[in-house]
């Protein structure tokens, strides 16, 4: 028949992962329309426009996994991601848009100029696991007010530190950040989580943490996908990455440190 998109008779054609595939309309649907089953639907919907934002992310950080379990990355991002949308809102804090067994960086505080350009070192790796050199650091940049995102070109792991102009207009809004690590087999780390930056030339965030050139080396601040900070010392070989699943967009660097859902300025 040749590939097509959209219904045709008792079929449904679309197209996925390079081929063109069909698939049969559900004879009967059992639509009973009450309140709770819209309000499900209205945060399914809103949590569907999310991912499509987040795409240039998850494209990446959740590429591996949604091709385990035969899904789109998009798809993917609203079956992890769903159950953080309640009636008080969004939980940006724990949104996850990568996921797998790369070892993962530690954000130090980030800064912003008033250029608006933002800059974060990050620690290579804190934990001490079996990382490569040249393993990729990507960041992506969320803005809520206007609803769009930026993710960074990816640095190498050994270079430390990462940048990224963030567009003017961004200026006085709500930004959150997110980094992950992806290797040369494409796969990826759990999602960091950042909020807060540094006004440029300040020594100390609103909670006191130090600059990143001030970290201690062998007691590094380390965030995971949860958006709880934990302390880890290096020579504690007992210490494990936490296995808990948790919650997680284009172009230069960014990050920052801090828990909770803040954003970037005014809070």
Not at 146 to 158: F, L
Not at 183 to 192: F, N, W
């Amino acid at each position: 028949m040749g590939g097509f998109v959209g219904k045709l008779g008792p079929a449904v054609g679309y197209h996925w992962r390079g081929k063109w595939c069909l698939r049969a309309l559900p004879a009967k649907v059992h639509n009973p329309r009450t309140a709770a089953q819209q309000a499900h639907r209205m945060r399914f919907r809103e949590m569907v426009q999310l991912a499509g934002r987040f795409r240039v992310a998850v494209n990446t950080g959740l590429h591996q996994l949604a091709c385990e379990h035969g899904m789109t990355e998009c798809n993917m991002f609203v079956h992890r991601n769903h159950r953080l949308l309640g009636a008080d809102g969004l939980d940006y804090s724990r949104l996850e848009v990568s996921h797998g067994p790369v070892a993962p960086v530690a954000f130090a505080p980030a800064e912003i100029d008033g250029q608006m350009v933002l800059r974060v070192a990050f620690e290579k790796n804190p934990l001490r696991q079996r990382a490569d050199g040249d393993d990729r650091v990507v960041l992506f940049i969320y803005c809520v007010d206007h609803q769009m995102g930026i993710r960074t070109q990816a640095v190498e792991r050994r270079s430390g530190r990462v940048e990224v102009a963030l567009p003017s207009q961004w200026r006085g809004t709500e930004l959150h950040i997110y980094g992950f690590v992806e290797d040369r087999a494409g796969r990826a780390s759990r999602t960091l989580y950042v909020s807060q930056a540094l006004p440029a030339g300040d020594g100390t965030d609103r909670q006191g943490e130090p600059k990143a050139t001030e970290i201690p080396e062998k007691q590094i601040i380390v965030q995971y996908e949860t958006g709880v900070d934990k302390q880890h010392n290096p020579e504690d070989s007992d210490t494990q990455l936490p296995g808990a699943d948790g919650g997680g967009g284009a172009g230069g660097p960014a990050a920052a440190a801090g828990g909770g859902g803040a954003g970037l300025f005014g809070r």
